[in-house]
């Protein structure tokens, strides 16, 4: 199984096995993830900023910028917060990116900010993972990783979903 390790988290991104709660599957699930696994993606950010930088999703919709950037200070020095927008009404996506100057204060943040409040939503945070995943398709090409159980598209392998353990059932007669 290409992209898994021992642990439950995945170390290259392939969209089929992302797409697998336990990285069985061998055929694509849904139309996203077949077009995952055709498309080609390169990152368009620095890459060694993926080191100091965090993703920070399950936002509260009216969260601003200068909230995350307050509430992240506590961990260390923020260089930047970005809420990632609706590219044509403006409305916030709920989630962001929060760019630190200290490797230290990521993994900080990391191991601290996971599952606390902001605005009355418990957030989630990870890291920034297109640079950290060899073959890293995001979720606009129908990749990426988490998503929603009622729209038939969860992705596993990261913080939040990680990989379980493939269910053995033993066969009649043996």
């Given amino acids: 199984m290409s992209g898994i390790t021992s642990s439950k988290f995945t170390t290259s991104y392939d969209p089929l096995l992302a797409g697998s709660i336990d990285g069985t599957d061998t055929k694509p699930h849904d139309s996203a993830v077949a077009r995952a696994i055709h498309c080609e993606y390169t990152p368009k950010s620095d890459p060694i900023l993926a080191d100091y930088t965090l993703f920070v999703a399950r936002l509260n919709p009216l969260t601003k910028e200068i909230t995350l950037k307050e509430y992240f200070s506590r961990y260390g020095t923020v260089r930047k917060v970005t809420i990632v927008r609706d590219i044509v009404t403006g409305e916030s996506k ?31 945070v990870d890291y920034e993972l297109q640079h950290k995943l060899v073959g890293w398709k995001p979720r606009r090409l129908g990749g990426g990783l988490g998503g929603k159980k009622e729209s038939g598209q969860l992705r596993f392998g990261g913080r939040e979903r990680p990989f379980a353990q493939p269910i053995v059932r033993e066969r009649e007669g043996n």
């Avoid at 709920?94 to 606390?116: G, P, T």
């Fill in 94 to 124: 709920c989630y962001a990116f929060v760019i630190f100057k200290h490797r230290r204060d990521v993994e900080y943040a990391y191991n601290r900010a996971h599952h606390k409040l902001i605005d009355d939503r418990e957030i989630i």
